[in-house]
């Protein structure tokens, strides 16, 4: 008796677990998009998305290449410090596509502005509450467009990676 009962508590335990890992879905109907991704690899589900791994190198080497074959870059936490080296601002200012800096409590300022780290940036002062922000440059025209992106909780990252994409999809 009390092995079924321990082994009905694992099946539960199983299947809460198998369904949370299946919540992952982002019900984004928009055309499909190809992400370069610097850093993790997105854990979502939507067969018009496709992640594909890049390293910051590869995009500051052959930023003509990643602008053709992709429709965005997504720089995420893990890389941020590295991201954020003055050497890369000028291939974030010259990129034909939008970057995404997703999850970036300091928006998209240490990655596009010399002599601030993502560490030494000041978070008080580059915090705006948004939680990702997308950053497009455009020096024939000189000009710079960023847009903000908030997540008020967990359960609504579905509902912020949607939004993103549908940004991506319009630019």
């Known amino acids: 008796m009390r092995l079924n009962m321990v082994l009905s508590i694992i099946s539960i335990f199983f299947l809460l ?3 949370a890992c299946s919540n992952n879905e982002v ?3 928009g055309e499909p ?3 370069a991704v610097i850093g993790d690899i997105p854990e979502l589900n939507n067969k ?3 992640f594909e791994p890049i390293s910051l190198d590869e995009f500051g080497e052959d930023t003509v290449h990643i ?3 992709f429709d965005a ?3 995420t936490p893990v890389m941020f410090e ?3 080296n003055d050497r890369f601002v000028e291939v974030y200012n010259n990129s034909k596509i939008p970057i995404i800096f997703f999850d970036s409590e300091k928006r998209n300022l240490p990655f596009t502005n010399e002599g601030t780290t993502y560490e030494t940036a000041r978070w008080e002062s580059l915090n705006n509450g948004s939680h990702t922000t997308i950053y497009l440059s455009d020096i024939d025209a000189d000009r710079e467009d960023v847009w903000y992106f908030y997540l008020k909780n967990e359960k609504e990252l579905d509902s912020l990676y949607k939004e993103i994409f549908q940004m ?3 630019l």
Do not use: F, G, Q, W
């Open 168 to 170: 991506i999809e319009t």
């Open 33 to 35: 998009l190809k992400i």
């Open 73 to 75: 870059v997504m720089i």
């Open 17 to 19: 677990t198998l369904s």
């Open 67 to 69: 602008s053709i074959n």
């Open 82 to 84: 590295e991201a954020s």
């Open 48 to 50: 018009k998305i496709h």
């Open 27 to 29: 019900k984004y109907e």
